[in-house]
């Protein structure tokens, strides 16, 4: 045994050398991102980055969600598996220890217990005239499996690693959860603001047509003017049942986030434009991989995969068991406790495998498959991470021009249409102009609902890019002294 460990002590050390290294290429600042370190750390995203938008609605919502979707629990139960599945792994680091008890009654056969008697000198019998013998035993017996290649701290490591990936998994599916409900919510705001935009337009075309109507009713108008001024009302109600049924879709979807049938979920809704727009500051790049809780997800699920190829690598040597047992052994009841009727035994056992027509080294091969496949799906996450945050970025940046410059466009076509309304009022102006500043105004107004429905949106994307909320930063302190 002594020669056998002094060639396998050298490859020992071999199992330290399994983790691979990640290779990762961070940049030093995002492309659309501010390059002054000071200035990236002045509106780091906060824990309740919800709050940030000012709607009480939307926190009560989001409060609600966390502490109640159904996505939520299911991934707080998968921890308490995780965490199970360490504890049983942990057990083999310790000895097994049982406590045994045994009583035995045993009678020989009639046939046998004259030959018996004489033999062994017994004279007990029983009602049958076989002979009857006793056996009371009470022991514990203990077994320990010397760890002494690590392949059971590295399976214990493996399902702590699993564990800490589990809890990171909790963190993203919180986060979706927040931001699936914020964008339903906005979804809602966004449904009732084009309702309103629609039911204004209608109103609009409502008041154009009673105007043609009294055209003709005076002669200076025809019947063709007030049936396509009818087409743009009808169409305009026609525009509006699809907007109502997003609207409850979209009711409906909080309703499940916050789980709750839909007739128990009450939401009040009310306009885009009373939402803020908060400023966020991205941070830098190096900063995100400890932050994004999916990456740290992926480095734990890669930490365990080096901890199950270090553990396929440990099953090639031997294995070395104690085993031991020891209590009390009589025939009789009184004389069980006594020194006399102690026993013990101890042995110690070496296993080293020698043929299993392939099994460890395929383990072997199967878990360095699943380390590497796991390394490069967290090179991807991190990746991932960084385009993330430069799409969320631009996003941002687009869509806030894109709703100041379509807020210019309805601010001129309402402009026009306002003047064309008044002209055929007072007869100097012909119908196709006021048909054509009434679409384009409509068409403006329900542009830039959704123009500020994407601004919006995008400002939700980057905080989910960034992770979600960040821990303040340390307060550096000096010495007064």
């Not at 052994?329 to 070496?350: C, D, H, W, Y």
Request: charge should be negative.
């Amino acid at each position: 045994m002594s020669t056998t460990l002094a060639l396998m002590l050298p490859l020992g050390g071999c199992l330290l050398a399994d983790r691979q290294d990640p290779a990762l290429d961070i940049p030093v600042s995002y492309t659309d991102g501010p390059r002054n370190p000071d200035v990236a750390e002045a509106a780091v995203p906060p824990l309740d980055w919800w709050t940030k938008f000012r709607s009480k609605e939307l926190t009560e919502l989001i409060e609600e969600a966390r502490a109640a979707n159904l996505d939520i629990a299911a991934a707080i139960a998968r921890i308490v598996q995780a965490d199970a599945q360490a504890r049983i792994a942990g057990a083999a680091l310790l000895p097994l220890v049982d406590l045994n008890g045994n009583a035995q009654n045993q009678q020989s056969s009639k046939t046998l217990s004259k030959t018996s008697a004489a033999t062994l000198g017994r004279t007990g019998s029983g009602s049958s005239g076989g002979i009857v013998t006793n056996n009371l035993q009470a022991s514990l017996s203990a077994s320990y499996e010397i760890d002494f290649w690590g392949k059971n701290r590295a399976a214990l490591r493996a399902t702590e690693e699993t564990a800490v990936a589990t809890r990171y998994d909790r963190e993203v599916v919180g986060l979706t959860t927040v931001v699936a409900t914020a964008n339903a919510y906005f979804q809602v705001l966004a449904a009732q603001d084009r309702l309103r935009v629609a039911h204004d337009n209608l109103d609009s075309a409502t008041r154009v047509l009673n105007l043609i109507q009294q055209r003709l009713n005076a002669g200076t108008a025809s019947q063709l003017e007030v049936a396509e001024q009818q087409s743009v009302v009808n169409t305009q109600k026609a525009s509006i049942p699809p907007l109502e049924q997003t609207l409850k879709q979209n009711k409906n979807a909080l309703a499940l986030l916050i789980a709750r049938p839909p007739e128990h979920v009450m939401v009040r809704g009310g306009s885009l434009r009373a939402i803020a727009y908060p400023r966020i500051t991205p941070g830098l790049p190096s900063e995100l991989i400890a932050q994004r809780p999916d990456i740290r997800e992926a480095e734990a699920r890669l930490a365990s995969a080096d901890a199950n190829v270090e553990n396929a690598r440990a099953q090639f040597f031997p294995s070395i068991t104690l085993t031991g047992e020891g209590g009390y052994q009589s025939a009789v009841l009184k004389t069980l406790l006594r020194p006399e009727s102690i026993f013990f035994n101890v042995a110690a056992g070496l296993t080293q495998p020698i043929f299993d027509g392939g099994r460890i080294q395929g383990n072997l091969d199967l878990q360095k498959g699943v380390q590497d496949e796991l390394l490069q799906d967290y090179r991807k996450s991190v990746i991932s991470g960084f385009v993330d945050v430069e799409n969320a970025l631009d996003g941002i940046r687009q869509t806030a021009l894109r709703e100041k410059l379509q807020q210019d466009v309805v601010t001129s076509s309402r402009q026009a249409f306002d003047i064309s309304e008044q002209r055929l009022r007072e007869g100097t102006i012909d119908l196709v102009t006021v048909l054509q500043t009434q679409q384009t105004l409509y068409q403006a107004e329900d542009t830039l609902v959704q123009a500020r429905l994407a601004h919006v949106q995008a400002i939700v994307s980057l905080y989910q890019a960034l992770g979600g909320g960040w821990l303040p930063m340390p307060v550096e302190t000096t010495d007064a002294r």
